[in-house]
């Protein structure tokens, strides 16, 4: 199995940047892709990005494309979420997953992943 640790978050102005950082043990981090996904209270969960085993192009919910960026560095078994621009509809707690992709397939349900971060909180202010 994988262990995943979110941590990063915090409370940032409009306008603002956070990064977060996804760290893995267990398995080999390498063979499985990863994505974040967001709750706000009261909502479903939701997909924001996922970016392949092997790295390289992310890909991502429209809400947050052009603002975040997905990001892995698999010598040190972490995935990353540059956020930028952030707006205060973004507060939510922001999760890590694993998950094994097929190839040429991105999972972007929360049920396609079989690994999870205890979460870390954003949160934006007006």
């Known amino acids: 199995q994988v262990q995943l640790v979110d941590s990063g978050g915090g409370l940032v102005q409009a306008g603002g940047s956070l990064r977060l950082s996804c760290a893995a043990s267990g398995r080999i981090f390498s063979s499985y892709g990863m994505g974040w996904f967001r709750q706000a209270p009261g909502k479903e969960r939701e997909f924001v990005a996922a970016?392949?085993?092997?790295?390289?192009?992310?890909y991502y919910a429209d809400f947050v494309k052009g603002r975040f960026t997905i990001s892995r560095d698999n010598a040190k078994n972490t995935v990353y979420l540059q956020m930028d621009s952030l707006k205060p509809e973004d507060t939510a707690v922001y999760h890590c997953?694993?998950?094994?992709?097929?190839?040429?397939?991105?999972?972007?349900?929360?049920?396609?992943?079989?690994?999870w971060g205890q979460g870390t909180q954003v949160t934006v202010s007006s």
């Open positions: 997953a694993a998950a094994e992709f097929p190839a040429g397939v991105i999972f972007r349900t929360s049920r396609q992943y079989a690994y």
């Open positions: 970016i392949r085993r092997s790295g390289g192009s992310g």
